[in-house]
């Protein structure tokens, strides 16, 4: 049975390639991506997933009083496709709690640090002000706590003394396309899962070029 996946965007979109672009390699397999929807008319990223012939949807979020009306919208629209997992890919909107509780298990999200450090925005220039010496991308289930859900990858960058936000980020988001896809491949595999709270993998993790890569292994008992 063919999985699939509704993706959720604000912008350019270059997750969703990483993510389109494994699909059709076979990297991740018997997996479609339903449909691109975004809260913004104007997001590249519906022109990338267009030429796919990927269907797309825009909910503007300002045509809606508040952000749980907004959710619930969204919410319907997406339910619509049955997705097997809802994928975040640079949508940056805040969900309700009883949006995310909608999908328990189901809903995963890409942010730009390496969780817990650094939740919200502006990440690469925290990290370069914070002096620290490796930065980097999580991918983690969402929960109603803002970049807060159990990570189930994580790829570490070198962070350069000659790095401003505009470098260190070009050198993260390469690592996003890696790892994305990866989690991507491996829940829908089995190979991965979240059990109580806890993510586990059983079999190794392919490696991740020009990154160091975690998590190590754990098979539940
Ligand atoms: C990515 O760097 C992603 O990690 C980040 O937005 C960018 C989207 O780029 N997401 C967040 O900051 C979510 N908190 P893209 O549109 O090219 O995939």
Redesign the pocket.
């Known amino acids: 049975m063919i999985k699939k996946l509704v993706l959720l ?9 990483s993510i389109l672009r494994a699909c059709q390699t076979g990297q991740i397999i018997d997996t479609k991506i339903a449909a691109v929807i975004s809260n913004r008319a104007a ?1 590249p ?1 519906l022109v990338v997933a267009q030429a796919a012939g990927i269907p797309t949807e825009v909910i503007d979020h300002r045509a809606f009083p508040s952000r749980a009306e907004f959710d619930i919208a969204l919410q319907q629209q997406i339910d619509q496709y049955a997705p097997d997992l809802v994928v ?5 909107r805040q969900l309700t709690d009883a949006f995310v509780e909608h999908y328990p298990g189901r809903l995963v ?4 640090s390496l969780l817990p450090a650094f939740p ?2 502006h ?1 690469h220039a925290r990290a370069i002000a914070q002096g620290v010496c490796w930065h980097g ?1 999580s991918v983690h289930f969402v929960i109603p706590e803002l ?1 807060a859900g159990p990570v189930i990858i994580q790829a570490a960058v070198p962070v350069h003394t000659s790095d401003d936000p505009a470098k260190l ?1 070009a050198r ?2 390469a690592a ?1 396309h890696e790892i994305y896809p990866q989690a991507l491949s491996a829940l829908l595999s089995g190979r991965c899962k979240l059990e109580e709270g806890r993510v586990y993998w059983s079999d190794p993790i392919p490696s991740c070029a020009n990154t160091a890569i975690n998590p190590v292994v754990i098979t539940p008992s």
């Open positions: 965007i604000s912008g350019r979109g270059s997750n969703l390639q997001a990223g975040l890919a640079g949508f940056m999200n890409i942010h730009p919200g925005l990440t991308a970049d980020g993260v988001l996003e």
